[in-house]
Every structure is written in C-alpha cells, then in structure tokens.
C-alpha cells in the first residue's frame, strides 16, 4: 500500500485536467445539444499556442495562459460563426460530421503547417519534483492541476451564480420555453461554444509541458473526453467532474496493475460499459440516450 | 437501365483501363478507386440506406485484413477461408454494433462505434502472441488464386471489379425490393414504420450485420493487395471516416455515390501522395484539409452529395423520390 | 373485437390512463373525446403497443396483444396513425403509401399497383410522386391516412386525423373517414372538433383525467353534464 499516496495524488492530478477538458465539451453539449468530434483539435492548438510561443520567444506555458484567453475566445467566435453557426438547427447527423469535418481540417492543417515532428515544451518547471507525503509529483502537474480547477470552479460558479449562467441553463433545460421568454438563443449557443473552446484551449496550454505535442494528439484526449462525460452525463457540470475523477482513477490504478499497455482497454471497455447499462451516465437524464439527447 | 448509365460507364471503364495502359501508377490507383468505392459501399448499407451512421467502421475492416493474415500466418490456410471467417465475426460483431443501436440513438450511438473500433485496435496491437502485436503482419505471398497471391495489377483490377459489382448490386437491391423500402421507412422515421407492421429493430440489425460482412471481405482483399496489416493502420478512426466520407460526399443513400465520393477522394489523395512526397512532403496532408472543409460544406449545402448535385443539374426533374433517395443527413 | 379490460398506465406520479374498460365491436365507429391531457393518445399508445400498461389487457379478435410490439399489432390487423403526423419526408407520397402496402404484399410491383390505388382513393392522385415533406398540413394528414388504409386493417385508431384542417378539407376528410367506414373498416377516433366527431360516430367515449368518464350516442353525450362540465363548456348542442 505504500503506492496508495502517488495513486491518489496521481489521479488527482490527472483528474483535474481531464475535468477541464471534459466541462467545456459537456457544456458544449449540454447547452447546444451537439456533440463536438473537433474537441481534441482545439486542444492540440493550445498545446501548439505553448510550444511556439516557447519556441520562439521563451515565453512560460503559465505566462501564455493568460494570452490564450482571448486567442481562443477569439477562435471560438470565429469557429462558430464559420462553421457551427448554420448546423444548430440542423440533424444530429449533419452535426456530427461537421465536426467531424472541422477535426479533419484542423488536424491536418497542423500536420501541414508545423509537420508531425514531435514537440516537446520544456520549462524550467518541467522537471521540478516535489514530494508531498510519500508522493512525488511534477511541479507542471501541479500547476496544470491548480489552474484546471480554478478554471472548473470559476465556470461552475458562473453558470450557477451569474445571469448569463442561468440563462444557458434555461437554454440547456428547454430550447423552446427559452425562446419564448425572450432569450436569445443564439447568443447562448455561442458563447456555450465559445467558453467551451476557451476552456480546452487553456488546458492544451496547461498539458504541453507535460506531453508531447504532435498533431494528433488531441485524439487521445478527445476519446476520454467523452468516457468522462458520458460517465457524468451529458451535459451535467458535476457529472463532468466526477466522471474526470472516476475516469483519472480508472486510468492510474489501471497502468499501476495492469500496465500501460492494457489501461486504455479499461476506460473504452467501461465506456461501451456505461453506453449499455446507464447511457445517460451517473446524473444525465435517464431515457437521454434513447432519444439522443 | 437509365438508372444505372453512370454504373454502367465507371464500371466499364474500369474494365477496359487494361486495355488502354499496363501503367502500374495507373491501375493501382483504379484498383484502390474500386476497393475503397466497395467498402464505403458497405458502409453505406448500414450509414446511408439504414441510416444507422457509424464512425467504428474499421472494427469490421481489421478484423477481415486480420482473419485471413493470421490464419495464413499461423495455420497455413487459404485466405479465402480467412474471408469466411472475417466475415463470420464481423456478423457477431454486427450483431453488437446492432444491439447498440436499438438501444442508443444519435450521437451516443456514433461515440460507442468509435469505442468498440478502439478496443480492437488496442487488442489487436497487444495480443502478440496471435497478431503480433503493434508490429503487424506481413501477409505472406504464395502465387496462385487459391492462396489470393495475385502478382498482376490486372488480376487485381478484376478482382475488385467484381467485388465493386457485388456492392453495388447489393445496394441496388436494397433501392429496389420489399426489405430496401421498408428500411427506407426505418431510416425515415422509426416509429412510423413501426406502426405500419415493419420490423424496425430486426431489420436495423439485419443492416449493420450485412455492412459489417461486407467490410470485413473488403479488409480481407485490402490486407491481401498491400501485403500488410499494422493494427494502427486496420483498426484506426481515420479509416472509419474515411468510409463514411466516400459515401457522404459521393452521395449517402444511392448506389453510385461511394463510388464516386471514392473516384474524387482516393485519386487526388493518391495523385498528391505520389508527386509531392519527393518535392514537399509536408503538403501531404493538404487534401485531407480539402476534404474536412469539403465535408463540412456538403453535409450542410449538399446533403445529398455529389449524385444528388450533379442529378440537379443534368437531370431537371420535379423532385422524385428516387432522385432524393437520401440518407437522413 | 377490441376489448380493453380495466387498463391502466401510469408514468412514475403521474396516471396517465386509470382503469379503462371499452369494448368496439366489428362495425363500430367509435368516437374518444376528451380535454387535452384526459389521456386520450397515452390510450392509443398503449392499444397499438407502444407502452406497456401496468395493469389491464388490451384483447383484440381474441387475441391478448398486450405488451405486444407495435409492427407485430399492425400486422395482427390493428394499426394507428399519429397525432403529429411522421411522414416519411423524403420519399415520395406513393413510396409512403407503398411502404404501408409492403406490409400484405411481398411483390414490390403489386405493392407499388395498390399504392396507386391508395392514393387515387385518398384524393391524393396529383401528389403521388411529390416528396412528402413539400406537402401542407392538410395533405399530410390525408397521407397518414392513406399510408395506414394501406396496411389493409380490420380496426383503425385515428388520433385527431382532423386537426389543423380548413373547412373544405375537413369535409373532405370526414367524407374520407365515412367511405372507409363503408369499406368495412372499424374505426375509433380521438377528435377535438366537436361538429365533426358528432356527426360521424355512432358512439362516444369521454375521457377526463385518464378516466371514462361518460358512454353513449352523440346526443346524450351533447346532454351530459358531467361531459358539459369537463369538456364541453356550455350545453352543446347538436343541430
């Protein structure tokens, strides 16, 4: 059991950033009903944002933070008024290979521009261990964990506290009652989508010290994205977070006993798991799924 | 036979090419036109004629490119009997994805395809002992029909000819006869169909077993031509859209459309592959970008795909039902 | 020949339908009126098997078709059409019609034959390769109809097949729904337009709160004052 303390840590760690990812892509899809295929895309450009502004101008990851907010708010604005803009009303299908299509652009046009070399964002802090009890933990992943739940809580806060919060509930709970009270819909979906590209965004920002950059890498990420939120339910912020933590949990102890070669079976084998027991996940919607919610 | 002019001239060209050139470029290019047309054809059965819309597609391809590679590998048999077993899995596997999708709908269903693919993938790249593992199998070569060692292109071009006719029937016969309509009906509206005595659930998973076979013998051929099968490769989400992309662009839902999605994507991918991986390699991925955008305009503006445009403008017709026989896209 | 012994459905708090009992006998044209809510289309769902009740059978020709699935009750004899109409959009208004045929006819040909017929009878002859969700409202609901007339049944459960009609199209539907009476087809019909559903049904069913509430001929249904009061308004009367 002495493994017991780097286990929780770990997955702690883990959990934090895979509850970034995962909130912004259940927000996405709580809010607009669509389900984002080019999630892992905007967080391969975080990861890219870091590495140049690395690369080139020695900027720390945790300095260009605060420069990828209004980049990818930006992004987000214009990805959406590009390309999702005119499927929100569209079928479930068309949606989905919209994004499917944005994925692909987006994929290889990293792959163009900038190669599949891989990229690797060192900062001083890359290599900093600190021991916590009997864990030992990357000074990046702290951070990277710190900022992800700050993030995670502000939004939280956010959408509980503010009035544009409640209003994308509304929106999220019943498209129709929202319109008729005069909410601007549209507007809602697109600051969802926006908030929602910000947020994984930021956290490729976070992740690049501590994986490798290369133009696929959102892949990985996107896949356990959506365990996470299927887990917690579409569309349910807590649900997001849990399912981070069930999932970061699932994954560490997974690589610790089986290896790492057989973790990621675990988390697809509990996904199709999820999928055929409780579709709409721990606190989704029960019957969400059959009617593809 | 109006319906089928356009069949008639992209099969028969394909026929006669090796009549016109032995240029190995050129007939390999017809050659993976035919294959990849064939595959996104059996893609379509279950995508565009069931609308049953799948993103794991390559679950079925890998486990046909596999079947016959490791029994030829391990056992010694012919891969003809690796496709009967390829095919004989992919119907179990069918028979999941099937499940699945009477329980599921919309984008979850999509998402548990893209898991079920993966899980192959990894347990294909892990299990050494039977796939050897991450490194793949080289498919051994024995010349001869029995043992699908073709060495000519020409055999080859003929061969996925006639599995392209295959396809394309299949799909014609699913325009056609009682089971093509009621599915039609499936597709449209599930419930409705339901009222009018069809069996929708049955008949949904009677689809995706049938796309599933049929992929899994276009796995099996594919694996036999290249001479490879690497895991990443087989099982990988890029394989599973480009199936559907073939047919989304090409036209959901009508026989020709994989086909012609397959003419305008593979020949460009294999025209840019082969003159710029000299000069600029790193604009290789540039008609992947094409594509992705290309997607994206014609899932919205031209749902019913390249037939669907090109239908409009030369055949000026009030709209039939034949004409917009499309996948609910 | 429909039987429906005490059934009731309940969605979680909610008793949607409260141990109803009905019989239709074979000739019937039988009417289901009712505030919106009274648990009129939960009825017909659970009838045409879409829900399970939790208690009560549903008896048709003998035959207990509760818990049954909806295309094996159609095929049995029983089929319904919908409330909110589901065509199927992008097919043709004859491929509609036909789809419906394909369930008694196994020959394409024959079908595509009786689809015709189908559709000159609903009088919707001049539409019959028109794409089905280019159709109004008004024809919409004539292609309902003429989609379930296709599945060749012995009972028709018609959910306010009159709904969103204008005068002239209302005359021609109950016309329609008259001459297929004539046909020998059973029929129960959910309406809300009163002129219309008093005129044509020989019997009346009231439902208020999933409970039968009131039985018998238009006239003394108009009478009623249970039904004035929980439906009617003022005394209707019937000219």
Aim: with cysteine; proline share 3%; glycine share 10%.
């Amino acid at each position: 059991m002495a493994a017991l303390p780097q286990l929780v840590v770990s997955t702690l760690l883990l959990g934090g950033i895979y509850a970034l990812i995962a909130v912004g892509l259940t927000l996405i899809f709580g809010i607009m009903r669509v389900v984002n295929f080019a999630h892992g895309e905007f967080l391969m450009l975080g990861m890219y944002l870091a590495f140049w502004a690395f690369a080139l101008w020695h900027l720390d990851p945790y300095v260009v933070l605060v420069i990828a907010l209004p980049v990818f708010f930006a992004v987000g604005l214009l990805s959406y008024w590009l390309v999702m803009q005119g499927v929100i009303k569209a079928s479930h299908n068309v949606q989905i290979f919209t994004t499917v299509g944005l994925s692909i652009a987006l994929q290889n046009a990293a792959l163009v521009l900038w190669t599949g070399d891989y990229r690797f964002v060192r900062p001083w802090h890359a290599s900093e261990v600190v021991r916590l009890g009997g864990a030992a933990l990357n000074l990046s992943q702290i951070v990277a964990f710190a900022v992800a739940v700050a993030f995670t809580g502000g939004l939280m806060a956010f959408m509980k506290f503010t009035q544009a919060g409640r209003v994308m509930r509304a929106t999220a709970e019943d498209r129709e009652a929202a319109t008729l009270m005069g909410i601007d819909t549209e507007r809602v979906y697109r600051l969802a989508w926006t908030i929602g590209i910000v947020c994984v965004g930021v956290a490729g920002v976070l992740l690049s010290p501590v994986y490798t950059v290369y133009p696929q890498a959102g892949l990985q990420f996107v896949l356990l994205a959506y365990v996470v939120v299927v887990l917690g339910g579409l569309g349910d912020m807590r649900g997001a977070l849990f399912g981070s933590l069930i999932v970061a949990a699932v994954e560490t102890v997974g690589a610790y006993t089986l290896g790492i070669a057989w973790k990621e079976v675990l988390y697809f084998v509990l996904f199709i798991l999820v999928l055929v027991f409780r579709p709409a996940g721990l606190f989704g919607q029960r019957g969400a799924e059959t009617l593809g919610m | 036979m109006r319906r089928h002019a356009g069949a008639i001239v992209l099969f028969g060209l394909a026929a006669v090419a090796p009549l016109a050139t032995r240029d190995a470029y050129f007939l390999d290019t017809i050659v993976l036109i035919l294959m990849w047309g064939a595959i996104s054809s059996a893609w379509n059965v279950a995508g565009g004629y069931a609308g049953q819309v799948s993103l794991g597609h390559a679950a079925f391809f890998g486990i046909g490119a596999y079947s016959a590679a490791v029994l030829t590998v391990h056992w010694s048999l012919s891969p003809w009997i690796g496709l009967g077993l390829g095919m004989a899995l992919s119907v179990v596997a069918g028979l999941v994805i099937g499940y699945l999708s009477n329980r599921l709908r919309g984008p979850y269903f999509v998402l548990a395809t893209i898991a079920f693919a993966q899980v192959l993938l990894i347990a294909a790249s892990r299990w050494r002992e039977m796939t050897m593992g991450s490194e793949g199998i080289p498919v051994p070569f024995k010349q001869g029909f029995w043992t699908l060692g073709l060495a000519s292109k020409v055999s080859w071009l003929y061969l996925t000819l006639a599995f392209a006719l295959v396809l394309y029937l299949v799909q014609v016969y699913l325009e056609v006869s009682r089971m093509g309509y009621q599915l039609a009906g499936v597709r449209e509206d599930e419930d409705a169909a339901q009222a009018l005595g069809i069996p929708g659930r049955r008949l949904k998973v009677i689809a995706i077993a049938m796309s599933a076979a049929l992929t899994s013998a276009g796995g099996t051929f594919w694996a036999q031509y290249v001479g490879f099968v690497d895991p990443f490769y087989v099982f990988s989400i890029d394989l599973s859209v480009l199936f559907a992309l073939n047919a989304i662009i090409g036209g959901a839902g009508t026989a020709l459309g994989p086909f012609l999605g397959s003419i305008l994507i593979t020949s460009l991918e294999h025209y840019l592959r082969a003159t710029l991986s000299d000069i600029a390699p790193g604009l290789i991925g540039v008609h992947l970008i094409i594509y992705g955008c290309l997607l994206i305009v014609m899932v919205r503006f031209v749902p019913q795909g390249l037939i669907g445009a090109l239908g409009a403008l030369f055949i000026r017709r009030a709209r039939t039902a034949r004409g917009e026989r499309l996948a609910r896209t | 020949m429909l039987a429906l012994e005490s059934v009731t459905k309940r969605f979680g708090g909610l008793t949607a339908v409260g141990g109803v009992s009905l019989d239709v006998d074979e000739g019937d044209l039988l009417g289901i009126i009712g505030p919106n809510g009274a648990g009129k289309t939960t009825l017909f769902n659970v009838i045409a098997g879409y829900y399970r009740p939790e208690s009560g059978r549903v008896v048709f020709e003998g035959r207990d078709l509760t818990g049954h699935p909806p295309h094996e009750i159609c095929r049995l004899g029983l089929t319904r059409t919908f409330q909110i109409v589901k065509p199927f959009g992008n097919l043709s208004v004859r491929d509609n019609v036909m789809i419906g045929a394909l369930t008694r006819v196994r020959s394409v040909a024959a079908a595509r034959a009786e689809a015709d017929r189908g559709v000159e009878r609903c009088g919707l002859g001049d539409y019959a390769d028109v794409v089905a969700k280019s159709l109004p409202i008004g024809l919409r609901k004539r292609l309902e109809l003429a989609r379930a007339l296709a599945t060749r049944p012995r009972l028709l459960l018609l959910d306010e097949v009159m709904a969103g009609l204008n005068p002239a199209e209302l005359a021609a539907m109950v016309e329609l729904i008259r001459r297929v009476h004539a046909e020998g087809v059973t029929l129960v019909v959910i309406e809300h337009i009163m002129a219309a559903i008093m005129r044509l049904t020989r019997r009346i069913v009231v439902l208020h709160h999933g409970e039968k509430i009131a039985e018998g001929v238009p006239a003394q249904i108009a009478r009623d004052p249970k039904v004035v009061d929980a439906y009617l308004g003022e005394e209707f009367t019937l000219e």
